[in-house]
Nanobody, 126 residues
Framework: QVQLVESGGGSVQAGGSLRLSCVAS????????MGWFRQGPGKERQFVASIAWNAGRTTYADSVKGRFIISRDNAKNTTYLQANSLTPEDTGVYYC???????????????????WGQGTQVTVSS
C-alpha cells in the first residue's frame, strides 16, 4: 500500500526556515502529483502547495506564495517543502499527500488526494 513519511518539522523563531521532506512508497511515485497541507490549532486542514507529477506546475496557497517552495525528486521518491520567512501563523501539523489519480496538475482540494502521511509538527514562535 502507499505510505508517506514526513520529516523535518521542528520549532523555529519567526523569520526562520525549515525544509520538510516526504518519502513515498508503494506505487510509481513519478506518476502522481504531490501536495502539502497543514492544520493549525483549532483549524481545518488547509492546502499549502502542490506539484505536478512531472514537476511542470506548482500551485500555492496565497498565504505562502513567495515564501514556500515545493519541489520533488522522482529518483528519490521524495517531495520537499522549503518554508522560509516563517511566522507564528504558519504553526501547525504539516501533512504530505499523494494524488488520488495519476498525471494531475494544479491540484489543491483535499478530495483530489488519496493518501496522507502522519504529519510533522511545525511551531513558529514570535
Amino acid at each position: 500500500q502507499v505510505q508517506l513519511v514526513e520529516s523535518g518539522g521542528g520549532s523555529v523563531q519567526a523569520g526562520g526556515s525549515l525544509r520538510l521532506s516526504c518519502v513515498a512508497s508503494g506505487r510509481t511515485f513519478s506518476r502522481y502529483a504531490m501536495g502539502w497541507f497543514r492544520q493549525g490549532p483549532g483549524k481545518e486542514r488547509q492546502f499549502v502547495a502542490s506539484i505536478a507529477w512531472n514537476a511542470g506546475r506548482t500551485t500555492y496557497a496565497d498565504s505562502v506564495k513567495g515564501r514556500f517552495i515545493i519541489s520533488r525528486d522522482n529518483a528519490k521518491n521524495t517531495t520537499y517543502l522549503q518554508a522560509n520567512s516563517l511566522t507564528p501563523e504558519d504553526t501547525g501539523v504539516y501533512y504530505c499527500a499523494s494524488a488520488l489519480h495519476p498525471y494531475g496538475l494544479g491540484l489543491h482540494a483535499r478530495t483530489e488526494f488519496g493518501y496522507w502521511g502522519q504529519g510533522t509538527q511545525v511551531t513558529v514562535s514570535s
